[in-house]
């Protein structure tokens, strides 16, 4: 099982999320976090003074999924999240040693 985590930009989320509903994954977990790459910011104009913002909003995705799935899911991301600009994301893939269902008790790939 991998666990696959993407820090994406905040108005790809519905296709990233519709795209990934598509090819069977069936949860996500979704923060809104703030991130600072190769976009380094930029300045914005407020009340007449000038302020550079550093930290730009983005999205983090992530979905616990089988191993056989992980070509497609991440396929899936990259094609669903780019608009092929900086500061489009990235994507991480973890092992995930075990995982339980807490209703259930099911662990494994029957809990996902």
């Known amino acids: 099982m991998k666990l696959v985590t993407a820090i994406i930009k905040p108005f790809k989320l519905d296709e990233v999320r519709e795209a990934l509903s598509a ?3 069936q949860g996500i977990t979704v923060t809104e976090v703030k991130g600072f790459g190769r976009q380094k910011g930029h300045t914005e104009l407020y009340r007449g003074a000038e302020y550079v913002v550093d930290f730009l909003p983005k999205v983090k995705l992530e979905a616990a999924i089988d191993d056989n799935m992980l070509d497609q ?3 899936t991301i990259e094609k669903a999240a780019s608009t092929g600009k900086i ?3 990235k994507i991480f893939v973890f092992d995930l040693e075990q ?3 807490i209703r259930t008790g099911e662990s494994g790939s029957d809990a996902l």
């Open 73 to 75: 899911v991440i396929e």
């Open 99 to 101: 995982v339980y269902r």
């Open 87 to 89: 500061g489009d994301g």
């Open 23 to 25: 090819i069977g994954v």
